[in-house]
C-alpha cells in the first residue's frame, strides 16, 4: 500500500531530475485510496496538491520525451502511457502529409507495387485520385498511369 512518505518521496525524486523517475503501473490509483482512506480534510487536501504536482511535471517531461525522441521508462503509470499514446498519436496524425495532389487515372490498372515497394491500386479509368506521397505520383505520371488535374 502507498504510504504519504512514498508520494512525498516521489514528488521529491522528480524534482531532483529532469529525467523521469519509474512509478509503478498503479501508482495514481494507489494514490487516490491513499487520500480515500485520509480522516483529515486538510492532510487530504495536502495530498491532492502533491499527487497533482506529480502528475503535472511528469507531464512536462513526457512532452520532453516526445519532443526530443527519448524512449518513456518503463513502469510507466497506467494514466501517463495513456497520455504518452495519445499525444503520440495526435501528433503522428498532424504529421501526415497536407498537400495532397489529385490525379485523373487513364486506364483500368490492377494493384501495382512500384519501384520504391509500395503499393497502388487498382484503379478503374477516369478515377479520381487524391495522394501526398510523391514517389507514387511521380510513378504514376512518369508510367502514363494517369494525369495531374
Not at 21 to 45: G, H
Not at 140 to 147: A, F, S, Y
Amino acid at each position: 500500500m502507498l504510504s504519504w512518505e512514498s508520494v512525498f518521496e516521489a514528488l521529491k525524486n522528480e524534482k531532483k531530475t529532469g529525467e523521469i523517475i519509474p512509478l509503478e503501473a498503479e501508482f495514481y490509483n494507489n494514490a487516490n485510496r491513499l487520500v480515500a482512506s485520509m480522516q483529515d480534510e486538510q492532510e487530504k487536501s495536502n495530498m491532492v496538491k502533491t499527487i497533482n504536482t506529480i502528475k503535472e511535471k511528469r507531464a512536462q517531461k513526457i512532452l520532453v520525451y516526445i519532443a526530443y525522441g527519448k524512449q518513456v521508462p518503463a513502469p510507466l503509470p497506467t494514466e501517463e502511457e495513456d497520455l504518452y499514446n495519445q499525444i503520440k498519436r495526435i501528433l503522428k496524425k498532424e504529421s501526415a502529409p497536407t498537400n495532397q495532389t489529385t490525379i485523373r487515372i487513364s486506364a483500368d490498372i490492377p494493384e501495382i507495387i512500384t519501384t520504391k515497394g509500395s503499393k497502388i491500386g487498382p484503379f478503374r479509368q477516369n478515377e479520381i485520385v487524391k495522394t501526398g506521397d510523391t514517389d507514387n505520383i511521380k510513378f504514376i505520371i512518369d508510367n502514363k498511369i494517369g494525369e495531374i488535374i
